[in-house]
């Protein structure tokens, strides 16, 4: 067993910086501007790409449906419209999509690397926060990380891996990604008041899963 401490700090989420460069790009794809789409992809990515792995896919896998997602936003491209909703929230909801698919067809959960830096959260009623915030998606990626540390990642990530997925989601959008609550209800198509609720449930799942390894300070 880890007698590791966790101490929760508080964290505002960032707001998105110059919300309408993706709007601006989208519409020179629109137009034709083929290097305009390649700027999104630039812009989303390695994010798109981690979002996905965390969602409980292994990383090569995760680039192909990040890939996938990019096809489909450039295939709708003509389609574009301005205001309807914003680009991320159009991005992640196809990729949620898609990572839902990989998990059903799947039938059990891939890998789900998670690191201990933890973060604090701004909701009532618990003092749990996401552990993974600000992991790699994949320890293939941390050569130098030490084996104990590497346990407790291999812990961490079987905790998550049994969260069910309408909880996960959620969470990882929140908690991870930084995205605010509203936009996340119109990513998984469910109340605001629902999100909150699930991603309570979720934080509440994952601070019993590992009481046993780690210890929790307010």
């Not at 629109?30 to 994010?47: C, Q, T, Y």
């Not at 680009?87 to 067809?105: D, G, P, Q, V």
């Not at 990626?141 to 959620?170: F, N, S, W």
Request: aromatic residues 8%; proline residues 4%; glycine residues 4%.
């Amino acid at each position: 067993m880890y007698n590791k401490k966790i101490t929760f700090i508080q964290t505002p989420v960032e707001e998105e910086q110059m919300p309408d460069v993706d709007d601006k790009l989208m519409l020179r794809c629109k137009n034709g501007d083929k290097s305009a789409f390649d700027l999104v992809v630039e812009r989303h990515r390695l994010s798109l790409v981690n979002f996905i792995a965390r969602m409980g896919i292994d990383y090569e896998t995760a680039e192909d449906i990040a890939q996938e997602t990019f096809i489909r936003i450039y295939r709708a491209a003509p389609r574009y419209k301005v205001g309807s909703a914003k680009f991320t929230t159009w991005m992640y909801h196809i990729a949620s999509n898609l990572c839902k698919n990989e998990l059903r067809n799947r039938g059990r959960h891939s890998r789900y690397i998670t690191d201990l830096k933890v973060n604090g959260w701004d909701d009532d009623g618990d003092d749990t926060q996401d552990v993974i915030a600000t992991a790699p998606a994949d320890v293939l990626y941390q050569p130098d990380h030490q084996l104990e540390q590497k346990e407790l990642q291999r812990i961490v990530q079987q905790a998550i891996e049994k969260i069910p997925e309408k909880y996960r989601l959620p969470l990882v959008l929140r908690d991870i990604q930084e995205l605010d609550y509203k936009e996340i209800s119109q990513i998984v198509k469910i109340p605001v008041g629902t999100v909150k609720s699930r991603i309570n449930r979720a934080r509440l799942m994952l601070k019993d899963k590992l009481k046993s390894y780690v210890m929790y300070e307010t």
